[in-house]
């Protein structure tokens, strides 16, 4: 991974930090904050995830009439895991994160590049305010929305699982287990009370979506 360098990442998303620690905090992964006694950036990862769900939603609001189902589909798709992983290494900003001694070695995994993104998101936000990381979202997901426009909101395991089992009970009962970076939730997805699906993630939603794949690839039918 490149050694931390703010003038890079700023020529990347095109803003210069007033508060270049501000910066790095959004970059150093629990790990590295846990060696070197920093902050670690969850806490901004807390805040940008909730900046980026009411600018895509405020977007999405404006560009779809749509019902309340298909538009949070659609915000699911651009704001999962996956895809903001895959929009911070096409950025290369994933190249930059601050991670421990023994995690040097190791790809950072989806969901740390998307927790990077989004405590990106919230450092770009106290530093600039929200019309700038507006003008950046909106930016960088302007490809995602067109597609969107074009080819239709990819369904969920959830979304499908939902469809299939439309006249049947589905409940998800999910847990957290573990502190800090070793967290952890396991969901399992019971239809009318059966188990069918279990899956494991460092997110929630992950987690549960993991489930609903598993469910749908059972044997189970109604």
Same mark, same amino acid.
């Given at each position: 991974?490149?050694?931390?360098?703010?003038? $890079?990442?700023?020529?990347?998303?095109?803003?210069?930090?007033?508060?270049?620690?501000?910066?790095?905090?959004? &970059?150093?992964? !629990? +790990?590295?904050?846990?060696?070197?006694?920093?902050? +670690?950036?969850?806490? $901004?990862?807390?805040?940008?995830?909730? @900046?980026? +769900?009411?600018?895509? !939603?405020?977007?999405?609001?404006?560009?779809?009439?749509? !019902?309340?189902?298909e538009l949070t589909k659609i915000r699911a798709s651009l704001v999962s895991e996956n895809s903001l992983a895959f929009i911070a290494s096409q950025l290369g900003l994933d190249k930059?994160?601050?991670?421990?001694?023994?995690?040097k070695q190791k790809q950072p995994t989806a969901a740390m590049i998307a927790d990077l993104f989004e405590a990106m998101l919230a450092a770009f936000y106290l530093d600039g305010g929200?019309?700038?990381?507006?003008? &950046?979202? $909106?930016? @960088?997901?302007?490809?995602?929305?067109?597609?969107?426009?074009? !080819?239709?909101?990819?369904?969920?395991?959830?979304?499908? $699982?939902?469809?299939?089992?439309?006249?049947?009970?589905? @409940?998800?009962?999910?847990? *957290? *287990?573990?502190?800090?970076?070793?967290?952890?939730?396991?969901? @399992?997805?019971?239809?009318?009370?059966?188990?069918?699906?279990?899956?494991? *993630?460092?997110?929630?939603?992950?987690?549960?979506?993991?489930?609903?794949?598993?469910?749908?690839?059972?044997?189970?039918?109604?």
């Amino acid at each position: 991974m490149r050694k931390f360098e703010a003038k $890079l990442i700023e020529d990347i998303i095109g803003y210069d930090f007033h508060d270049k620690e501000l910066l790095k905090t959004a &970059f150093t992964h !629990s +790990s590295y904050a846990n060696e070197h006694k920093k902050e +670690s950036n969850e806490r $901004l990862e807390f805040l940008g995830d909730s @900046i980026l +769900s009411v600018v895509i !939603s405020e977007e999405i609001f404006k560009r779809y009439h749509k !019902s309340e189902g298909e538009l949070t589909k659609i915000r699911a798709s651009l704001v999962s895991e996956n895809s903001l992983a895959f929009i911070a290494s096409q950025l290369g900003l994933d190249k930059f994160l601050l991670v421990g001694e023994g995690l040097k070695q190791k790809q950072p995994t989806a969901a740390m590049i998307a927790d990077l993104f989004e405590a990106m998101l919230a450092a770009f936000y106290l530093d600039g305010g929200i019309e700038k990381t507006k003008k &950046f979202v $909106l930016h @960088i997901f302007e490809s995602a929305l067109n597609d969107i426009k074009k !080819s239709g909101v990819p369904d969920s395991f959830k979304s499908k $699982l939902q469809e299939r089992f439309k006249k049947d009970k589905i @409940i998800y009962q999910t847990s *957290a *287990a573990g502190e800090g970076e070793d967290k952890y939730y396991t969901a @399992i997805v019971l239809i009318n009370n059966i188990a069918c699906g279990k899956g494991q *993630a460092g997110k929630k939603r992950v987690a549960e979506e993991l489930a609903a794949e598993q469910a749908l690839k059972s044997t189970i039918r109604k």
